[in-house]
């Protein structure tokens, strides 16, 4: 930007390193770029340096240096949705101690919904193992993607969720979908007290209303009628409804899913749901890895 406010813009040689990176990584979308053909488009040396460096200099390009089996390096360098990053929720002091427990608040029309505590925020761990794909995650976190883990138990799905919540400062409500969790689960239930009726809102849908983040554990053990209630809080019209009223969707509200394959009682995330996420799969910790989680747990 100029001093007045104008924007400038760099016109760049059609043959130049910087040029010749933003082509390369277009046309090679996802799939990343193999050692061979970054040497196809700048020669023996050099290359793959060269676009990490442009990465390291924009926002909008993603690199991450992987090792095949046959032993050849592929730089998975590919553009990343341009967006202003996720704006820290805010959270009085009152909801952060648990301020008045159960404190009502008109709804529409008269309703009475009574809206759940935020959750305490989570502390970091000092010893806290980031995964390889945890930058990833953070990344399209704070770009207001939502995130699916896939992989196998004790990979620390759920572990890397509440870290970065502790560090990014976000209360994090957790649900297990062990017990096989229903619509009401998530959106709450009619109550009576001293014979006054009110809407009393489950932890989820207070999370979408106030704009915390939501981990659902074991996702696929849910019951249909809960998925299906996901997914407008997740594509237009990014509603939720509550006591048969749409509330919008905040913000700054994450939703976070782990689940895997094979276990009893458990079915796959419809297609319809699982595109509405970024996905991340994990196998099972390589034997150097395995070595290094016990060595620590030893300690």
């Not at 996702?219 to 997740?234: C, G």
């Not at 006591?243 to 895997?260: C, E, I, M, T």
């Not at 991340?280 to 060595?295: C, N, S, V, Y």
Request: charged content about 20%.
């Amino acid at each position: 930007m100029s001093d007045n406010g104008d924007r400038m813009y760099l016109r760049l040689k059609p043959d130049s390193p910087l040029a010749l990176t933003l082509e390369a990584l277009g046309e090679a979308g996802d799939a990343g770029m193999t050692k061979s053909a970054i040497a196809d488009v700048f020669g023996e040396k050099g290359g793959d340096a060269f676009i990490r460096k442009v990465a390291s200099h924009t926002d909008n390009v993603a690199t991450k240096l992987n090792f095949w089996d046959e032993g050849e390096s592929v730089t998975s360098a590919r553009y990343v949705d341009v967006s202003p990053p996720a704006a820290h929720v805010t959270v009085d002091r009152a909801d952060l101690v648990g301020g008045m427990p159960h404190q009502p608040q008109a709804g529409p029309e008269g309703a009475t919904i009574v809206w759940c505590d935020a959750p305490p925020l989570i502390n970091p761990m000092d010893n806290f193992d980031k995964p390889t794909w945890y930058e990833r995650m953070r990344v399209m976190t704070m770009r207001g993607k939502h995130t699916s883990l896939q992989g196998p138990p004790g990979v620390g799905k759920d572990t890397a969720v509440q870290q970065l919540a502790a560090l990014e400062k976000q209360p994090l409500v957790t649900l297990g979908g062990e017990g096989s969790f229903q619509k009401w689960d998530l959106a709450g239930q009619a109550e009576i007290a001293a014979g006054t009726s009110y809407w009393e809102s489950a932890e989820y849908a207070t999370a979408v209303v106030k704009g915390y983040w939501v981990l659902l554990t074991e996702i696929n053990a849910a019951y249909p009628d809960a998925l299906m209630y996901l997914n407008p809080q997740l594509a237009p019209p990014y509603t939720i409804n509550i006591k048969g009223r749409a509330y919008p969707v905040h913000p700054n509200f994450r939703l976070f899913v782990s689940y895997n394959y094979g276990l009893a009682g458990t079915q796959p995330p419809p297609a319809s749901l699982k595109d509405r996420f970024h996905p991340i799969k994990m196998g099972f910790f390589t034997k150097p890895q395995l070595r290094k989680r016990l060595e620590c747990w030893r300690l």
